[in-house]
């Protein structure tokens, strides 16, 4: 069941979303409200799994300043197989099963051409069931899942805290 999201809730998600790590007081004094209504609402959100409050590992910061898309055609009969042997691999920070032209999409991060090439030839190539991959470096990413929010047809209009 989806739970009922108002603008308090959506202000208390972005507050939040800036620093994970306020206190629900800083977000209630932030905000104008009282710490325990704060408090609740951080609870229901995490209860429900409409929020996670988690340490996010930013790549850049630890020199892998290269992001590469991998889209991978895979024998059918595998693409579970693949995608969960690739989700073990370090440098891979996202797997996906996909429709279309590609069965597995993947977000991996480098530190060099050289660990991405090594990657794609040793560890990638030789899976039983990939049939071809493609690859994108991505120089510039613009929005990332980090900076996604609640869409706005989600909130219902309220004029309670």
């Not at 994970?20 to 932030?30: I, L, N, T």
């Not at 209504?37 to 229901?44: E, K, L, S």
């Not at 991998?70 to 059918?76: K, W, Y």
Request: aromatic residues 6%; neutral net charge; glycine residues 4%.
């Amino acid at each position: 069941m989806v739970i009922k999201l108002d603008k308090v809730d959506q202000a208390i998600v972005e507050s939040l979303r800036r620093d994970g790590r306020k206190s629900s007081a800083a977000v209630a004094r932030e905000l104008g409200l009282v710490d325990r209504t704060v408090q609740y609402r951080i609870d229901r959100l995490i209860e429900s799994g409409v929020i996670e409050v988690i340490a996010l590992v930013v790549p850049q910061a630890l020199d892998y300043n290269i992001i590469a898309d991998i889209h991978c055609q895979v024998d059918i009969a595998r693409i579970n197989e693949v995608a969960e042997t690739i989700a073990r691999f370090e440098e891979v920070g996202y797997v996906g099963c996909s429709t279309g032209n590609q069965d597995v999409s993947v977000q991996a991060y480098f530190e060099s051409m050289a660990k991405m090439y090594e990657f794609l030839t040793e560890k990638l190539a030789k899976l039983p069931g990939i049939r071809h991959t493609s690859t994108a470096v991505v120089p510039r990413v613009v929005k990332s899942v980090v900076d996604w929010s609640i869409p706005q047809e989600r909130i219902k209009s309220s004029n309670k805290s």
